[in-house]
């Protein structure tokens, strides 16, 4: 056997971190999906990370993803605020929309769904802080909203995503955003990034966004 790759073992290494944190939870491993974050890394990498195992992979910017993907196996989740005029080249190449944040957005995707006759997964976006330079629709309208895009997407719809304030304690955050799912009967929560993995699994989260632990430090301001 050759010697694995530097993302292969780093993989290894957050498998086994994911498998802890569940069981410590009580939860089975294998319902955490691990989404690749491989923003400012080259496809090489990508495909590197596919032959280790991933195969569910996140980028946060539509005109890079579309640099790489798609990709024969791969599953691309859009998880970066998105621009309305990107919303139908994210359609086309997505198979989730992890960042719905607004009306306008949603009748973007919508159109474009419609002309395409194909619509991805969508999970909308809990600016869970309220803070004000991040996206994500606010806690007071999340539930108007979130109910909204049920109406319009029906089992498009699975779930929330939320990036918590990064100088605060992730937990509460991420329970509030597991509550939130839990009102609403969503499966999905998209929470969870290198540093607060662990955290999110305790409170439920079911998909964990990791790109520095996997692919190493960041080329370019991501
Ligand atoms: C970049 C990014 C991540 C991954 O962050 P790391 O700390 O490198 O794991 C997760 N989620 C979103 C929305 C991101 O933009």
Redesign the pocket.
Known sequence: MPNPSPIAQNLETIRARIAAAARAAGRNPSDIIL?A?S?THPKAAVLEAMAAGAFVF?E?RVQEAAEKFPIAGASLRI??GLQTNKAEQAVRLADSI??LDRPRLADAIAKAADAMGKLPELLVQVNIGDEPQKSGIPVAEADAFIRAMRARFGEALKGL?C?PPEAEDPAPHFRKLAAMADIHGLAVRSMG???D?AAAIAAGATHI???????GH?RLP?
């Open positions: 989404v974050v923003k996140g946060n998880i970066g992890d960042s995503m990036i990034m290198s540093a993995y966004r990791i790109g520095s632990a996997l692919f960041r991501g």
